[in-house]
């Protein structure tokens, strides 16, 4: 992304085969779309490429999360509650999924 620095980029594959992945960009100017300045993707899915939770803005869509196959509004906060609400919605899938077991 030629607009944008990158300010935090992790991923992490868990013993069971799923994948977290975590991407967040500072744009160079803010929009009405992103008046935080900021792009964003976490994601979390499973090896094979099932999406279980993932947090993102894209264009024209705004601030949003996919939760088991739904998609909803997101209100962005700040940085530090964006991925605190990620890992907690991850926390929530893996315990609805021992359940199941």
Not at 41 to 64: F, I, M, P, S, W
Not at 80 to 85: C, S
Request: hydrophobic letters at 35%.
């Amino acid at each position: 992304m030629a607009n944008a620095i990158i300010l935090f980029k992790v991923k992490k594959i868990y013993p069971d085969g799923t994948i977290k992945e975590m991407v967040i960009w500072q744009l160079l100017s803010k929009s009405r779309e992103r008046p935080h300045g900021l792009k964003y993707r976490l994601y979390y899915g499973t090896a094979d490429g099932e999406c279980l939770v993932r947090y993102d803005n894209e264009t024209g869509k705004g601030d949003h999360r996919h939760l088991a196959g739904r998609e909803e509004a997101y209100i962005f906060l700040n940085i530090e509650t964006l991925v605190a609400d990620f890992q907690y919605d991850i926390e929530q899938m893996k315990r609805k999924g021992n359940e199941k077991n």
